[in-house]
């Protein structure tokens, strides 16, 4: 999908294994706010998106960057063995613990998502973690 795809390359986040795409980010919205990117190339989200946004997600603790509405939103969404090729969006962190309970790696993509202005944007990958 491809708001899943990173706008350029990401750095080694926090925990381990995981990317971290906040510097492509930053990079953007400088853009954006220079004037070089029109706003109706940075704010696409696809309609699919934008209905898991609303559905199926966690506000985000920021407004958002490029309308500065407070409904920003924060869409996961999980691979691995038996879930959907597209991914599975996980709402609560609860289904991401049950899901990285189970067999095989999972990884989780990480999407901000502004239901208002379209803006959306990968933010993090990492592997889901069995908890000890
Ligand atoms: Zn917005």
């Avoid at 559905?55 to 996961?76: F, G, H, K, M, T």
């Amino acid at each position: 999908m491809e708001f899943l795809e990173p706008s350029g390359p990401g750095r080694p986040g926090r925990r381990p294994g995981s990317i971290d795409y906040r510097l492509n980010r930053r990079r953007v919205l400088r853009s954006f706010r220079a004037g070089e990117v029109a706003e109706n190339e940075i704010c696409d989200a696809q309609s699919e998106l934008l209905r898991v946004a609303v559905s199926c997600s966690e506000p985000a603790r920021e407004p958002c960057p490029v309308c500065d509405d407070q409904s920003l939103r924060i869409v996961r969404f999980v691979f691995g063995p038996r879930l959907p090729k597209g991914g599975r969006a996980v709402s609560s962190r609860n289904e991401l613990r049950r899901l990285a309970e189970r067999a095989g790696e999972h990884r989780c993509y990480e999407v901000e998502v502004c239901p208002r202005c379209r803006w959306n944007h990968l933010r993090e990958t990492y592997p889901l973690e069995r908890s000890a």
